[in-house]
């Protein structure tokens, strides 16, 4: 018999209630904001370097960590830095380790005062233009990006990019109307919920309000737990 535990775990035992430990069935982790860095030959790597040599050592990882899936997760960058980053990801196929499921663009489009770790020189407008510029440089391998809604241009950017792929909101300022707006407009989804946005309050909602009025998917920083 299989018993299903919390989180989607299956044991496998008998009647009896013994059940080998070694038997434990879990469902494959999925990872789409995979921004990590891993430290190898004293640098560190992570999926904007734009360096081939730096791919399956990073799926590698991901593996040896459970993750059997991913979305390489650019941070906020120069679009001549993120292109070239692309046409790594682009053409790289693995050897063995995690499978890259595509790519996640966690900016330039974000919110100055949300922006976190982002470098604010690089941040960009919400441009539909140069989406297009680096999903093609990526293949059509751009899976997710986060945008900030309210900047200008956010709400058309989300309208027409929704078409193309999965649009997150997320390092943003946004309040519960402006984000019910871009949940209508075709985003559906949350960055890191509570990080990079505006808190839970009872006067001012926000994004996090909003994304459970809308029935947005979203996600979490598990760090520790």
Partial sequence: PIA?????????????????????????????????FKKQMSRFIDFSDGKAEGMQPLADYYAAHGVTSYLATTMTLKEETLTPAMHV???????????????????????????????????????VAMFHRLNEASGGQVKLVTVACEEEGGMDFVSQVSQVCTV????????????????????????????????????????????MDAGASVELICDGL
């Avoid at 535990?5 to 080998?20: E, F, I, Q, R, Y």
């Fill in 89 to 127: 990801i682009r053409d790289f196929h693995r050897a063995h380790g995690a499978k890259c499921a595509g790519v996640h663009l966690e900016g330039p489009f974000l919110c100055y005062d949300k922006r976190g770790a982002q470098a604010a020189e690089n941040l960009h407008k919400p441009d």
């Fill in 4 to 36: 299903l535990l919390g989180g989607g775990t299956a044991m496998v035992g008998d009647p009896s209630g013994k059940t080998d430990m070694r038997k434990m069935m879990t469902p494959e982790t999925i990872q789409h904001n995979a921004d990590c």
């Fill in 168 to 211: 997150s909101l997320g390092h943003t300022c946004c309040t519960y109307d402006q984000a019910m707006e871009a949940f209508a407009r075709g985003a559906s989804h949350a960055t890191h919920l509570f990080n990079g946005m505006d808190g839970l309050h009872h006067r001012k909602p926000g994004l996090i309000a909003a994304a």
